[in-house]
């Protein structure tokens, strides 16, 4: 089976403060993603990576960015968290990026900034 | 424009009573399609896909969808729903742009059940 593990279930953090989100996956897939859940707004796309240090800007990278210097490990970086950016981020994999590839995702990480 | 509409925000059924969840997609090619299930807390699980053929998908949990590309849809159904099935669940397209591949997500439908 597929595993995608995120470093943390739940964070707080202050207006302010340097975020770091992790994410690790264990079957050798060549991409990684990053969507962020709100409610009434679905998901929606952050950032991807499709290869070790290659990354691509989804729909809304303002206020992110990201890190990935190992195959198995993709971060989510906020540089200056602020609460709007207080949300539900979840991060997938998938082993191809061909049009109907699964992706598959963790648990997500509940983020709050004060 | 590519874009998954769900129209139902939010569904109570009873539990045992069938479960049919709607999806439209707008996308110019051949449609790949997907069902996730969020549980609470949770991230998304894979329930169903169609890449061709068949046009009626056996999922996992009981679950089934129908494309109908003449409607432009696929919805999911539950001949008999349990209280398990609580959950949010996402319909997705898969699409090509430029180079590289992606799912653009519905925005959802809460499913609630009565018991």
């Known amino acids: 089976d597929v595993k995608v593990t995120q470093s943390s279930r739940y964070l707080v953090k202050r207006t302010g403060e340097k975020v770091f989100l992790e994410c690790v996956q264990d079957m050798d897939h060549e991409n990684m993603f990053w969507y962020r859940q709100d409610p009434g707004l679905g998901l929606r796309l952050i950032y991807f990576?499709?290869?070790?240090?290659?990354?691509e800007k989804g729909d809304i990278p303002e206020g992110y960015s990201v890190s990935r210097e190992k195959k198995e490990r993709f971060s989510l970086i906020l540089e200056s968290a602020s609460t709007n950016q207080t949300s539900m981020y979840l991060c997938?994999?998938?082993?191809?990026?061909?049009?109907?590839?699964?992706?598959?995702f963790g648990p997500g990480t509940r983020l709050l900034v004060l | 424009a590519q874009s998954v509409t769900q129209p139902d925000i939010h569904i109570t059924v009873s539990e045992g009573a069938s479960l049919e969840l709607r999806c439209n997609y707008s996308y110019g090619a051949t449609p790949y399609l997907f069902w996730y299930v969020q549980s609470p807390g949770q991230g998304l699980q894979l329930l169903l896909k169609?890449?061709?053929?068949?046009?009626l998908v056996q999922g996992i949990k009981g679950f089934e969808a129908e494309f109908k590309r003449s409607q432009s849809s696929f919805n999911l159904r539950k001949p008999s729903v349990h209280w398990s099935d609580a959950a949010e669940y996402f319909c997705?397209?898969?699409?090509?742009?430029?180079?590289?591949?992606?799912?653009?997500f519905g925005k959802g439908t809460k499913l609630s059940v009565k018991p």
């Open positions: 997938a994999s998938s082993l191809n990026l061909v049009q109907g590839e699964t992706q598959y």
């Open positions: 169609y890449f061709s053929g068949d046009t």
């Open positions: 997705a397209v898969g699409v090509w742009g430029g180079s590289q591949g992606n799912l653009i």
């Open positions: 990576s499709y290869d070790v240090k290659m990354k």
